[in-house]
């Protein structure tokens, strides 16, 4: 039961931080944001291409692999 609770918060955390990369991706333009919600590994180029946007975003989906 408890397990089920603190994988729920988990994707809970990675979807936040998903949304937040998401948002500065599209922030920075709208074929960045584009390319993120299709191609995963243009997500994480966007990451190191744009760190001090980006940073918050990553760092709390990196958070949520603590709890698995």
Request: hydrophobic share 65%.
């Amino acid at each position: 039961m408890i397990h089920s609770i603190i994988i729920i918060i988990a994707y809970g955390i990675m979807l936040v931080g998903g949304i937040m990369v998401l948002i500065e991706a599209f922030r920075a333009g709208v074929l960045w944001g584009i390319g993120c919600l299709i191609l995963p590994i243009v997500s994480l180029i966007f990451v190191f291409m744009h760190w001090r946007a980006a940073k918050k975003g990553f760092l709390l989906q990196l958070l949520e692999w603590r709890f698995r």
